[in-house]
């Protein structure tokens, strides 16, 4: 059985920083595509970054363009979201998401939550102002 598990979600200042990773396991393989997603309280679950088994990564919102940065380590199991200069507008709970072997191994890591077959529980992030 397939699990993802997030950590480090915690409440930081305006202008501070949280690296979040997500570890995977029971997956037989790599997969193709990892991604972060966040959902703040009524609004609809946005892709954050992808990265794909090759380490070609995707930043998609332009909110946060230049302020994180996705990586993962070199078993490809477990990847990281790196959050500078955080604000308010960034406090939502952080899930992390992978694409199944039916994705194939040349998929794009799109920004499709269609695309992610396992997800994480997801780890807390508050921005205070």
């Known amino acids: 059985q397939v699990h993802l598990v997030e950590s480090g979600g915690d409440a930081v200042q305006t202008g501070g920083s949280l690296r979040l990773s997500c570890a995977v396991s029971?997956?037989?393989?790599?997969?193709?595509?990892m991604a972060w997603f966040r959902q703040s309280p009524g609004k609809a679950r946005e892709a954050v970054a992808s990265?794909?088994?090759?380490?070609?990564?995707?930043v998609f919102p332009d909110s946060v363009k230049g302020r994180f940065t996705i990586s993962q380590d070199n078993t490809k199991k477990t990847v990281h979201l790196e959050m500078n200069t955080l604000s308010p507008e960034d406090t939502a709970l952080y899930y992390c998401?992978?694409?199944?072997?039916?994705?194939?191994?040349?998929?794009?890591?799109?920004?499709?939550?269609?695309?992610?077959?396992?997800w994480g529980q997801g780890t807390q992030v508050t921005v205070a102002s």
């Open positions: 998401a992978a694409t199944g072997p039916d994705w194939g191994a040349f998929g794009y890591c799109s920004r499709a939550r269609s695309q992610y077959t396992y």
């Open positions: 029971g997956y037989i393989g790599i997969p193709r595509c």
């Open positions: 990265i794909t088994s090759g380490g070609g990564s995707t």
